[in-house]
């Protein structure tokens, strides 16, 4: 009983964050980052796995304030401290409008908000939607890369072209693992 409960609440949790419950079956692609922070201080992972219904995300942080952050995919495989800028904008390779409330969005590269405990640390798995890590005609490895970038501020999901999410505070190259 205790586990079908819980099953339940995963299956929301997805929905809520605008995931499609599914089970998945990797397809063995995945890139993963080491986030750091301003000062190349290590501050979680993210991981994106290739699977038979699109790309997961599933990142881990520590060190942040407690409380909602943007999180997002961004277009350049670079992170130069202190303000992560050379990481580009968001992963868009449909041409979207910023966020999951936004009728002309999202871009490919919008998550839900990660939600720092008071200990500083949060986890975050959603979907990301349809795509391939490396290969195709709009791979989110192309040419220059990709990185995954958590805000300081929570994303209100609407606004273009990153939803008031604040500066950028941790950064991590993708790469392929």
Known sequence: MKTMFLMG????????????PTVSASK?????????DATGKPAGTAIVTESTDGLWLDVS???????????????VGKCDAPDFVTA???WNPTAH????????GPHAGDAPNLIANAKGSGRLKTWLGAGLVATGA??????DGAAVVLHADADDEMTDPSGKSG????CGVLRLS
């Open 28 to 36: 063995g692609a995945a890139a993963v980052a080491d986030l750091v």
């Open 97 to 104: 409008q910023h966020g999951h409330k936004n009728p002309q």
């Open 167 to 170: 500066k950028r505070i941790l």
């Open 9 to 20: 609440l995963s299956a929301g949790a997805l929905l809520l964050s605008g995931c499609t």
């Open 61 to 75: 942080v520590k060190g942040v304030t407690a409380g909602p952050h943007g999180l997002h995919v961004h277009t």
């Open 88 to 90: 580009g904008g968001h």
């Open 138 to 143: 709009t791979p989110l490895l192309d040419a």
